[in-house]
Structure formats: C-alpha cells, structure tokens
C-alpha cells in the first residue's frame, strides 16, 4: 500500500518537472541568438571557435531538438545548469544561494498564516452569524481584490518611510550585522504583505470547512445525547481540518507566484526577485534555471503536505499505512 | 414516568404538532407509529428540548413530575446527558468520521459520568462483548465499522448510561433486514433484563407489533389512538389505524 | 432577494467602469501622453480631477485610457484561455479513458506550477506588445477552465437526457455541446469571471515589476510601475487612484462571482 502511495506520488511529481523542464528548455530555444552564447553566457567572448564548437557538440547543438533536450536534462540532473549571461557564475550555485531566501520567506509566511487563519476560522465559524462570522466574508473578498505590491507599497509608506519602524528593503542593514534580529526585522513587511493577502481567503475556508461540520449528523447525535460541548468542538475542528490542509496544499503554488511580486518590491534577494532580473535582462539559463528549480520546490512541499494529509486523515493512514 | 399532556409545537406559523397526549410507563417499551411527516421526531425534538430556538411550545411534557417545557437550556443539557439517552437512525454517520471509537464511546459515556479511562475501559469491554462485538473496535474508526456494528455501539453506550428513558429513533431502517431482527432482540433483552424504559419511534408495523407493550398512533401532528398493542392491533378503533393495518397485512 | 440586490449593483459599478474605459477617447479630459511641465505633481484639483504625474500628465485621462489597455488584455486573454479550456475539457471529458487520464494528469501537472512564473517565462522570449502580453495570458489561464469544463462533462454524459437522446439517435457530441451551453454555462461563467480577475492582477502585477505592458503604454499596471518614485516625494494620489480602480474591478467581479455562485448553488439544490 505505501508502495503504491508513494510511487503515485512519484509519478505525478515527475510529470510536473518534465512539463517544467520543457518550459525551461522551451525558453532557452526560443530565445533570440547563439545557443552556445546562452549557455556559456558571459564567458562567450573569451572562448575561442574551437571552444565553441566543442560546447555545440558536447550539448548536442547540431543534433534534432528532442536529442538536445536529452542532453540538456542529462546535465540538468547532475546539477549542471550553465552559466549566467550576466554574472558568468554556475547557475547551480547562484540559485542555491537565493533558494534559503525564498524558502524562509515562504515558510515563516505560512507558518504565521495558519496560526492567524486558523484563530480567526475557528472563531468565526463557531459563531455563526455574529459580527466576526460576517466581518471575515467581507474581508476575504475585499482583501482578494488588493494587488499584493500595493499593499506592500501602502505598509512602506506607514511602517518605513512615516514611521520607520521597519527597513523598506533589504535583507540586513549594514549596521545590523547580519544576525538573526536583524533578519527578522527586514523579513517583516515581505512577510506581512504576503500574510495579509491570503489570511482572509484561509480563515474563511477554514470557517465554512466548520460550519458546514457543525451542522453534520454525529454533531446532533451527540448533542442530543448531552456530550460536553467541549469534546463537540474538538471532533469538528479535527474533520474541518482535513479539507483545510488539503486546501493550503492546493495554494501552496500560488505563494511562490506570490513572492515573486513581494521580493521584487522588497528586494528581498530571493528567487523570485532572480525570476524577474533575469527576465529583465534576458539572462536565459538563469531564467530557465529558476523556474526548474522553483518546480523542483512546490513538488517537494506538495510531498510535505501530502505526508501531512495522511497524518491527519485516519482514512488515508488506514490506507497507505495500514496503522 | 413521562407523561406528554397537550403538547403542540408550530414553527413559523406551521402547527407541527397538535395536541398530543400520551404517557411512558415506567419498564415498558411505547412505540410512536406513523409514516413520515407524522410528527413522530418532531416530538422527540421537543422531548429533547432541541426545537429550534423560534418554535413556539404549549403544552406539558414531564418526567417523573417536572416539567421539560419550562426548563432552562442548561436543566436539559443536563437531562439529555444523565437522564435519555437516544439512538438515532443513521448509525453509519453518528458518529465523527476521524476519532477512534474509544474516544468517541468515552465521551458518550464515562466522560459524561466523571469515570477514568480506566474505569471506562473495563465497564465498556464487557458491555461490548453482551452485544457481541470484539474488543477491537475500540481501536477502529467508525469507516471500518458496519451500520450494525455501530448502531450495537449505540445500544452499548446506553447500556453503560443506564439512562431513565432510552429513546430509539427508528433505529432499524438503514439497516438490513437480518441486522435488523437482532437489533430489535437486543433492545426487548435490554427491557427485560434490566427493565429500561424504551420509547421506539418506527414507521415499522412489524417491529412495534413484535417488541412493544403499548402504541401511540400519530397521523399529521396528532395521536390518533393509543393503547396496548394487541388491543390497538387487533381491534383498531380509529379509521387511520385500519387503513395502516390494511395496508400493511 | 437581497443576493439579487447586490448583484445588480455591483453589476451597475462594474458596467460603469467598462464603459467609461471603452469611451476613454471622449471622456478623458486631456491627451493621456501629453506632457505640462507647467503642472508637474499638480494634486488633485479643479484643473486635474485626480492630479498629474512626474511629467505634468493628467492622472484620470491616464486612467481611463490604461484601463483600456489593462482590461482589453484581460478580455483577449480570457476569450483565449476559455476556448482553450473548453477543447482541452471537452476532449478529455468526451473520450474519457485513458486519453482522460494522460490529460488530467497533465493537466494537474501544469496546475501546480505558479501561473505567474509561467507567464513570466514566456514574457522573457515573447515580451513587447500588449497583444503579445495577451496572448501569453490566454495561454497560460485556461487550466482551470479545462477542469470544469471536463466535470461538467463528465456529469452531463451520464445525465438521464442524454441517454435518452442516445437511444433516439442523435450524435452524443451534439446533444453534450448543446446542453452543456444550456446547462454548464453559470458554473463556467463564474470560472470565466474569475480567471478575467486573474488576468487583471497578473497583467497590474507584471507591468508593475517592469516586465509586462511596455512602460511608455499606459496601464494600471504601468502607471503603478512609474509611481513607485513618485511616493517618495509625497505625490500619492499617482499611485492611489490606480490601486483604488483595480481594487474596484476586482472587487465588483469576486461579488458577482460570489452572488451568482450562490444561486447556482440554490438551484442545484432545489
């Protein structure tokens, strides 16, 4: 059973790296000018023709499409990426030095937003029709409907420029000394905007998961029968959960998507910040290295969330894991 | 024991219940009969005191002497928890889909009473083996259990409870016809035995013939006839009750 | 009766704002790109209704004109992203079997990859126009479209109707297009509205990064994009009014969403 479970699970993932990895090598075919050049980037001018040539053989240059793809994967998955047209570094090591950066941005992001949403959902749902039951419908739609930059531009002005409470861009001051704090204190309106702007959406999925929970028959067999409303409440936010973990996973693509916007506006020297210059500048095994490796991530948090889902999920652990 | 005196219940401007009157004797098993609509679990709502909150309710409903209408919401939490205890139809979803049993029988029973764990266990174990159900469930979930399995789970937390009055809220019809028949049996053992009071809602003519000591006929929010069950049975007074018997024999 | 209320307004806000953005030619008070170095950063006044920007530009002509621009990509792209979705669906939902299977695996496939990291991809090869921005969009939206579609489908082809037109003979493919127009359209159409939202903040999102509309044309998102320097010397209602249009778009869109999920829901249960 767990064989099965896991090898579906490997499937599906590798199915997503290969459309993502035809994304990427799509990219770098259709780019404009010498493959050669994309590959080697900056080093390009101080290679020689005959330098050159042996590139095009070793990658395959003058072989069909699909051959060079082969190629381009063999390499791929041994870690070599190519070089930056820009800054001529192994694309590998300047994505393994941003990759940290979005993982942290991300990570304390969701962490804080299933606290937040969590709280709220619960709250609200147990109290239908009160104040904060339909205050949080009408701000997860208000809050869907703010671009997330303008958001981050309007805490900028309160919290950085008006107030100074907080840098507006960055990851440490060179005062700061680059410790723990100091990161912490930059992280803080990346990581507010990006929490702002999802925690309505969760907290009310969350809430309907719970009403609609409340209202199901073992909660009624149970009241009829004088069962402490304390140990009701624990069994409906035990099943509201389920479909509640199952709906961050979904999402959980969208935050990458989502720091894309937030970096860039914070310089916060993630992946996302990477996506966009290397689009700017056209810097294309940079590019293409990014989106694998972005590709490469949400398959491995979707694994996590899956692992999660079997934890909670007694349906699902009596059947991949018999236990 | 219970006693229902004029009871009528209506629900945005709709009379759901008409007048009803009827008692429960003590050590006895009544049976309400009536097709659906009849207002049959309508009056085990208002027994339970759980109407919805706007209904509007005349009428007496009392239990050894004290009046349930007139009660406070926390006097029938209490009585729901220590006095009734009710078994409902759908056993397959009565109870939460994610907890193992021994949490969910715990809660409808020694948690109730202030037992421990332990006290729990060792009561529960040799209940669930006079209903001839294995130990094991205690560590399964409701999903890996039959409806038979866990409506016998239902009979077991009453079992444990010892309540004043147990109501069973057609407890047969997701069944199967075979669980059924052992159902029924362990419920005329259970008033034997230990001489609980059992109030059986059925639409099923057959069951209340074979189990019951006394009927309530309900047609359209209103009894129609009461009395024992071979009297109503074989000398039907009221033309509802020979229609129903008509039909059905 | 109250959802029904609702609807209409939010309908009447959003048709106001189509409107005046198709008609932006005659109602803009000024030449989008004409510049007054006479009144740079002139706030709001009698004179510029909403300001002009760091070239003297009139912010609500820009407006009107860069919500031409913003709302026409999310038109194109969504009329390209729907009939993409609706071939993909239709196909895997008709066929079903394992042509269903290797097309919703994919499908799943593409759904988890961050749409804005695709579009930004295609962006770096084919980035220059509106047009091009459009059709990228319309390329890369058409996912979840596709699974409705496919659903819809799928439930309609095991329908009661359906089997009895079969016995009378008609072609399955014409019973299931015609019905499923009839009867998939509330679900789609709020799909629809939905990726037309979508289409909006990816289009603001890009440009604001530099990586979408070209500058020099205006958007919302590009205006966006230029504002940024403009806070800092304290002229805020260059990035205000933008912000506050799409904010409202949107908005009108989640609620009509909203309001017509629900009474597909009402119907369905009824």
Request: hydrophobic share 50%.
């Amino acid at each position: 059973m767990i064989a099965k479970w896991i090898g579906k699970r490997v499937i599906m993932g590798t199915i997503v790296l290969i459309v993502v990895s035809f994304l990427s090598f799509f990219i770098l075919h259709a780019a404009p000018g010498d493959p050669a050049a994309a590959y080697y980037g900056g080093n390009l001018q101080t290679l020689t023709t005959a330098e050159k040539e042996r590139i095009a053989q070793a990658f395959g240059l003058d072989k069909p499409v699909l051959a060079q793809y082969a190629i381009w994967l063999r390499e791929a998955i041994t870690g070599n990426l190519g070089y930056s047209a820009k800054e001529g570094r192994a694309v590998s090591t300047i994505l393994l030095e941003k990759l940290p950066n979005t993982l942290q941005l991300v990570g304390i992001t969701l962490m804080i937003l299933a606290i937040i949403s969590t709280w709220f959902g619960l709250l609200a749902g147990m109290k239908e029709g009160s104040l904060l039951d339909r205050g949080l419908s009408i701000f997860s739609i208000a809050s869907s409907a703010v671009p997330s930059f303008w958001l981050g531009i309007l805490l900028m002005m309160i919290f950085s420029v008006q107030l100074g409470w907080f840098p507006s861009s960055g990851m440490s001051d060179v005062r700061g000394g680059g410790g723990i704090a100091d990161r912490l204190h930059h992280i803080f309106l990346p990581v507010a905007v990006l929490v702002l702007s999802h925690v309505g959406i969760f907290a009310r999925f969350l809430q309907d998961c719970v009403k609609s929970e409340s209202k199901s028959y073992y909660v009624q067999v149970a009241r009829a029968n004088g069962v402490a409303e304390q140990e009701i409440r624990k069994n409906i936010l035990r099943n509201a959960f389920i479909p509640y973990v199952n709906y961050v996973g979904v999402t959980i693509p969208s935050f990458f998507g989502g720091s894309i916007v937030v970096e860039s506006l914070f310089g916060w020297s993630g992946l996302g910040q990477l996506l966009v210059k290397s689009v700017m500048v056209k810097d294309f095994p940079l590019l293409m290295g990014g989106v694998l490796i972005i590709g490469v991530v949400v398959v491995v948090s979707l694994f996590i969330i899956d692992v999660l889902m079997v934890v909670i999920n007694p349906k699902l652990r009596r059947g991949v894991l018999r236990c | 024991m219970l006693s229902i005196d004029g009871l009528s219940v209506s629900l945005n401007g709709r009379q759901l219940i008409n007048n009803v009157t009827f008692t429960v004797p003590k050590g006895r098993i009544t049976s309400i009969i009536g097709e659906s609509g009849s207002g049959k679990s309508m009056t085990v709502s208002a027994i339970l005191g759980l109407l919805p909150v706007h209904a509007q309710t005349s009428g007496a409903i009392s239990l050894n002497d004290k009046n349930l209408v007139e009660m406070s919401p926390k006097d029938k939490v209490e009585l729901r928890k220590m006095h009734f205890f009710t078994v409902f139809q759908d056993a397959a979803n009565s109870f939460s889909p994610s907890t193992k049993m021994k949490h969910q029988l715990f809660i409808f029973t020694g948690h109730k009473q202030g037992h421990s764990k332990m006290e729990f266990y060792q009561k529960m174990r040799v209940i669930l083996q006079d209903l001839d159900l294995t130990d094991d469930i205690m560590e399964r979930y409701p999903f890996e259990l039959s409806g038979g399995m866990l409506q016998r789970c239902m009979l077991a937390c009453a079992l444990y409870t010892e309540p004043t009055l147990l109501i069973a809220d057609e407890p047969t019809s997701a069944l199967d016809m075979l669980i059924q028949k052992d159902f029924i049996d362990l419920l005329k053992k259970l008033n034997d035995e230990k001489g609980t009071t059992i109030l059986l809602i059925t639409h099923d003519l057959d069951i209340a013939a074979s189990v019951a000591h006394a009927v309530v006929v309900m047609k359209k929010g209103e009894v129609v006839e009461t009395g024992q069950v071979s009297d109503v049975f074989d000398k039907p007074q009221h033309p509802y009750t020979k229609l129903l018997l008509e039909n059905h024999f | 009766m109250k959802s029904r209320k609702m609807l209409f307004f939010w309908l009447i806000i959003l048709a106001i704002i189509f409107v005046s953005t198709a008609f932006s030619s005659f109602l803009a008070p000024y030449e989008p790109n004409s510049m007054d170095m006479n009144s740079i950063y002139a706030a709001p006044s009698g004179d510029h209704l909403l300001g002009t920007d760091q070239l003297g530009r009139d912010v609500l002509s820009r407006l009107l004109v860069g919500g031409k621009v913003t709302l026409l990509i999310a038109v194109v792209s969504v009329v390209i992203s729907t009939i993409i979705g609706f071939i993909f669906g239709g196909i895997s939902g008709y066929f079903g079997g394992v042509l269903d299977i290797v097309m919703m695996r994919l499908l799943e496939a593409f759904l988890t990859i961050p749409s804005l990291v695709i579009v930004l991809a295609f962006q770096a090869i084919m980035r220059g126009s509106v047009w091009n921005m459009a059709v990228i969009m319309g390329l890369t939206g058409w996912f979840v479209t596709a699974r409705i579609v496919r659903s819809e489908f799928m439930r309609l082809k095991d329908s009661e109707f359906v089997h009895m037109a079969v016995m009378f003979r008609t072609p399955m493919w014409k019973i299931l297009f015609g019905h499923l127009l009839r009867n998939s359209f509330p679900a789609i159409f709020v799909v629809t509205l939905f990726n037309f939202a979508g289409a909006i903040f990816t289009e603001v999102s890009l440009s604001f990064l530099g990586i979408g509309v070209p500058p020099a044309t205006p958007s919302w998102g590009t205006m966006l994009y230029s504002a940024q320097t403009d806070l800092l010397v304290g002229a805020w209602w260059i990035g205000l009014f933008p912000g506050l249009i799409i904010f409202f778009t949107i908005l009108c869109l989640q609620f009509i969403g909203e309001a017509l999920k629900k009474q597909g829901g009402e119907r369905s249960h009824a």
